[in-house]
Each structure stands twice: as C-alpha cells, then as structure tokens.
C-alpha cells in the first residue's frame, strides 16, 4: 500500500557530510508529517528530526545547527542532510511517515517505517 524507501546512508570520516533521502509511495493522499530516526547498537530508537510543514520542524538537541530536515512535497520526499558528522552519529537511520490514505471509500490516517539506512562515522 505505502513504501517508504531509504537512501544515502554510508561509511564517512568525522566532520564530513552525507545526505539522506527518503521517498514514500503507494496509494497516498497526503502527507502530515515526515521524519528521521536512529539507532545506534544496543541503545533505543531515538529521534532526529521531524517536519510538519516548511517551517514547522524539530530537532534532537545532539543534531542541531549540524543537521537539516528538509521535504519535497511534490516528491513526496524527505531528505537528511548531515554536516560536521561525529562517531556518535553512527547508527541506522530510519525514515517515518505519517501518512493519510484513501481506500474503499474512506481515509486511513497511518504510520509508516522505511527498512533503514546504515550511517557509519569513522576514522
């Protein structure tokens, strides 16, 4: 019904950037929110940043000023841009959606995980 795929993720040396994306396709009629999530091993998910809307986004404390959420509504697309990466950033970065459907005749309002992108920070 609803895929939500990952991309960009990789092996970088500290203070070095990568950008992550995100698309989201399938039977969807809007877009409510959009984020990003990670999980380093042997710790809980924890969250990045999230996007309501152009200017309505957040940040966890330990990413902002280094990282950017931005989204691409006509794409229905999230990316992560990621600056100035430390070790600690390491983990598997998971894209969330919440997402409205339409389907036999009324709307579903769900929410939706990407499978997970690896990012290492390491020299």
């Known amino acids: 019904q609803v895929q939500l795929v990952e991309s960009g993720g990789g092996l970088v040396q500290p203070g070095e950037s990568l950008r992550l994306s995100c698309a989201a396709s399938?039977?969807?009629?809007?877009?409510?929110?959009m984020g990003w999530y990670r999980q380093a091993p042997g710790r809980q998910r924890e969250l990045v940043a999230t996007s309501r809307s152009r200017t309505s986004t957040d940040y966890a404390d330990s990413v902002k000023g280094r990282f950017t959420i931005s989204r691409d509504n006509a794409k229905n697309t999230v990316y992560l841009q990621m600056t100035s990466l430390k070790p600690e950033d390491t983990a598997v970065y998971y894209c969330?959606?919440?997402?409205?459907?339409?389907?036999?005749?009324?709307?579903?309002?769900?929410?939706?995980w990407g499978q997970g992108t690896q990012v290492t920070v390491s020299s």
């Open positions: 399938g039977s969807i009629s809007s877009i409510t929110a």
């Open positions: 969330n959606a919440d997402i409205i459907r339409w389907d036999r005749m009324r709307y579903y309002s769900e929410n939706y």
